[in-house]
C-alpha cells in the first residue's frame, strides 16, 4: 500500500472519501461482470467442446490430402472420411474433382451481435439454399460420375455446414468473453489490491492528522483562557 501524496485537509478528505464509495462501488459492479461471464463463458465452453466433438467426429482427417486417405486400413481414418476413401478408390481423379466442382449449397449468412455484459459476440444466421431449385433435387451432378457411398458422403458432409457455423459462431463468443474476462480481472484486482488500499490509507493518516491538529487547538485555547 502507498499514500497518495494529498495535502490532509477536511476537502481532501471529503474528496478521497467520495473515490472510495466510487472504487468500492464499481468494485464490487466488476466482480458481478466477472462472475456473470465466467458462468456463460463455461455454458459456451462446454457447448463448444459438445459440438466440437460432434463435428470432428464426422470431419476426422477430411482437411488431409487424398493422397493420404487412400489407406483404408489406417485406424486414424473414421465416419465420414472413410466413406469418401472407399468411394475415391472406385472413381477416377477427374471424376472426384468434377464432383465437387459442383456447389451443392448457396449460403446467405446475416451476422448480427448480442450484448452479454459489454461483450458484442456474433449472431449467425445463415439460410441454406439449392442454387438450382428445389425441383433439381439435393444432388446436382450426374449419377453416372458417382457412386452410392460418393453420393452418401457428399449429402452427409452438406449436413455438416450450420454446425461449423454454429461451431464458429461459439469459438468466437468464447474469445471475445475470454478477453473481457481477463481485463475485468485486472481491473477488480487493480481496485482490490492497489486503489482501495491506497485511498483508505490516504483517509486515515488525513484523519489522524486532522485530529491532531484538534487535539493542538484544544490544547492552544484552553492555555489561553
Do not use: W
Amino acid at each position: 500500500m502507498a499514500r497518495l501524496n494529498v495535502k490532509p485537509t477536511r476537502m481532501e478528505l471529503n474528496i478521497l472519501k467520495e473515490r472510495l464509495k466510487t472504487a468500492t462501488r464499481g468494485h464490487k459492479l466488476l466482480k458481478d461482470k466477472r462472475d456473470e461471464l465466467m458462468r456463460r463463458f463455461i455454458e459456451a465452453v462446454r457447448e463448444n467442446n459438445r459440438l466440437r466433438q460432434k463435428v470432428e467426429a464426422a470431419l476426422v482427417g477430411n482437411m488431409q490430402d487424398f493422397v493420404m486417405a487412400k489407406s483404408l486400413e489406417s485406424d486414424l481414418l473414421v465416419g465420414h472420411l472413410q466413406d469418401f476413401v472407399m468411394a475415391k478408390a472406385l472413381e477416377s481423379d477427374l471424376m472426384v474433382e468434377e464432383i465437387f466442382a459442383v456447389p451443392m449449397r448457396e449460403v446467405n449468412l446475416h451476422v448480427e451481435t448480442e450484448n452479454i455484459m459489454s461483450v458484442r459476440v456474433p449472431k449467425l444466421h445463415a439460410r441454406i439454399d439449392n442454387p438450382y431449385g428445389d425441383d433439381e433435387g439435393d444432388v446436382v451432378y450426374s449419377y453416372l460420375a458417382s457412386n452410392s457411398q460418393m453420393d452418401s458422403t457428399i449429402q452427409e458432409m452438406g449436413d455438416l455446414l450450420p454446425d461449423l457455423l454454429k461451431l464458429a459462431e461459439i469459438e468466437k463468443s468464447c474469445q471475445l468473453m475470454a478477453d473481457e474476462i481477463e481485463k475485468t480481472r485486472r481491473r477488480v484486482n487493480g481496485l482490490e489490491y492497489a486503489t482501495i488500499p491506497d485511498l483508505k490509507e490516504t483517509i486515515y493518516y488525513i484523519e489522524m492528522k486532522l485530529e491532531e491538529a484538534e487535539r493542538a487547538n484544544l490544547v492552544r485555547i484552553m492555555k489561553v483562557k
